[in-house]
C-alpha cells in the first residue's frame, strides 16, 4: 500500500524559509521519479516541481524555479522541498507525489501558509 506522508508545514513570512519532507512507503522509492504539487485557495492542482529516480533531473515550476529545489534521499525513503523566499502566492497546500507531474499517488498534504 502507498504511503506518501508529508511534514515541514506552517506559517511563514514572504522571504523566510521552510523545509516539506515526505516519507514514502509501500513502493519501490528509489526507482520512482517523484514530485511535489500545490493546490492554492479556489484554484486547481498545480506541479512544483519533480525529481527523477537518481536525482539527476529536476524540473520546476517558472513560478518557483530559483526558490524552491527539490532533493530526495533513497536511504531514508524521503522526498523533501526547500522554500527560499517564499511569496504570498505560494500560500497553498503541498502534496508530495509519486511519479511525474501530478503523480498518481498523492499524500494528505501540508498546509504553508505565507504572511506576515
Known amino acids: 500500500q502507498v504511503q506518501l506522508v508529508e511534514s515541514g508545514g506552517g506559517l511563514v513570512e514572504p522571504g523566510g524559509s521552510l523545509r516539506l519532507s515526505c516519507a514514502a512507503s509501500?513502493?519501490?522509492?528509489?526507482?520512482?521519479?517523484m514530485s511535489w504539487v500545490r493546490q492554492a485557495p479556489g484554484k486547481g492542482l498545480e506541479l512544483v516541481s519533480e525529481?527523477?529516480?537518481?536525482?539527476?533531473?529536476?524540473n520546476y515550476a517558472s513560478s518557483v524555479k530559483g526558490r524552491f529545489p527539490i532533493s530526495r534521499d533513497n536511504a531514508k525513503n524521503t522526498v523533501s522541498l526547500q522554500m527560499n523566499s517564499p511569496k504570498l502566492e505560494d500560500t497553498a497546500v503541498y502534496y508530495c507525489?509519486?511519479?511525474w507531474g501530478l503523480g498518481d499517488s498523492r499524500g494528505q498534504g501540508t498546509q504553508v501558509t505565507v504572511s506576515s
Open positions: 507525489a509519486r511519479g
Open positions: 509501500g513502493f519501490t522509492f528509489h526507482n520512482t521519479p
Open positions: 525529481i527523477n529516480s537518481g536525482s539527476s533531473i529536476g
